[in-house]
């Protein structure tokens, strides 16, 4: 298969799917070796972002993904009529941001570095997509352990776990992390405020157990 029917059969199944596609799963499609289809994928995400097209191709992990290109995203908002999420309060930020980081986590072990119940956040989170059961620790009780999704790269615009920003190395206990996290959550909710492309759902605002909307 020549060069431009690759990169049109790559746009077709991207484009068709909405969601993230494995790599594997468009190598099998089309007879390709994953370097082959990760290097054309690669060419068009430059390619688009070199024209400013209205139209990006990102990579999540091992997974590629048609989106709308963010600067676009207003207009594309008022198109279809849909209204401006909301952004996350600094309750689920703190959440998250301890997830990303130490992931697989407990909701004990959020809870014992916030210092107050994250059971209707930890929910909140699961409940958006920006975390996901990871399996249960293998203790007395086998507590559910939790980690972050596709979605939460999407959201703050990260193509794996690896771009998450530096976090300073710490006892990893108690108060001295709560305080070393806070840069995290700073860092964070700039990359937030930035917002991802049109089309992709930040969480909704409710009421959490911090009497702030999560």
Do not use: H
């Not at 771009?163 to 709560?178: A, D, K, Y």
């Amino acid at each position: 298969m020549e060069l431009k029917q690759l990169q049109a059969a790559i746009e077709g199944i991207l484009f068709a799917a909405g969601d993230p596609v494995p790599v594997e799963r468009i190598c099998l499609a089309l007879e390709q070796d994953r370097d082959t289809v990760n290097s054309v994928c690669q060419n068009l995400a430059d390619e688009y972002r070199y024209d400013r097209r209205g139209i990006r191709l990102v990579r999540l992990e091992n997974s590629w993904q048609m989106c709308s290109a963010p600067e676009y995203a207003d207009v594309i908002r008022q198109a279809l009529e849909s209204r401006k999420p909301p952004k996350l309060s600094q309750p689920a930020l703190e959440v998250l941001a301890i997830v990303a980081y130490f992931q697989p986590v407990t909701r004990a072990y959020v809870e014992q570095v916030r210092g107050v119940d994250s059971s209707y956040t930890v929910g909140l989170l699961l409940e958006r997509g920006l975390i996901c059961e990871a399996g249960r620790l293998n203790v007395p009780g086998r507590p559910m352990q939790f980690r972050t999704t596709k979605d939460f790269l999407r959201a703050f615009g990260l193509s794996s776990l690896e771009e998450l920003p530096e976090l300073p190395s710490s006892t990893q206990e108690g108060v001295q992390m709560t305080l070393e996290l806070e840069d995290a959550v700073e860092r964070l909710q700039r990359q937030e405020q930035e917002g991802p492309a049109a089309g992709e759902v930040q969480p909704a605002q409710a009421q959490g157990e911090d009497g702030e909307n999560p």
